[in-house]
């Protein structure tokens, strides 16, 4: 009786070494895993969250300053009188003046073609 309980007991040490063992290695594999991504992810020239969040940070705040300034200036050209140099228009108005550019009038061929598919094709073909 004294001799299974000694063997039991020392199975279970047995199995009690190999399971710290295994979680040893497990630890081991995870910190070569995440050495290897850092110096992967280093390698990369990635950008840390922190550093792009600061970075958006700063570009935004640079952003509302210069329509701050543009209107500063629009005000002050206006009370001086003078006329906008060329470039300083708001960003809105420039965005109006690129669509507008890009819309092409209406023909009335383009009209014809739109209300009659069979107008599309060549006098030609047919």
């Known amino acids: 009786m004294q001799t299974s309980n000694r063997i039991l007991d020392d199975l279970a040490r ?46 935004a705040k640079a952003r509302t300053e210069q329509e701050r300034l543009e209107i500063r200036i629009a005000g002050l050209e206006a009370k001086l009188g003078v006329k906008p140099a060329a470039g300083t228009a708001k960003p809105a108005a420039r965005a109006r003046k690129s669509a507008a ?7 009335a061929k383009t009209t014809a073609r739109k209300k009659n598919p069979a107008a599309r094709r060549s006098p030609g073909k047919g």
């Not at 895993?33 to 792009?52: C, G, K, M, S, T």
């Not at 550019?101 to 023909?107: E, L, Q, S, W």
């Open 14 to 59: 047995v199995a009690n070494g190999a399971i710290s063992t295994l979680v040893g290695i497990k630890n081991e594999i995870d910190a070569l895993v995440r050495q290897r991504i850092e110096r992967l992810l280093n390698d990369a020239d990635v950008v840390p969250r922190e550093e792009f969040d600061a970075v958006k940070a700063m570009a």
């Open 101 to 107: 550019r890009k819309k092409k009038p209406a023909t």
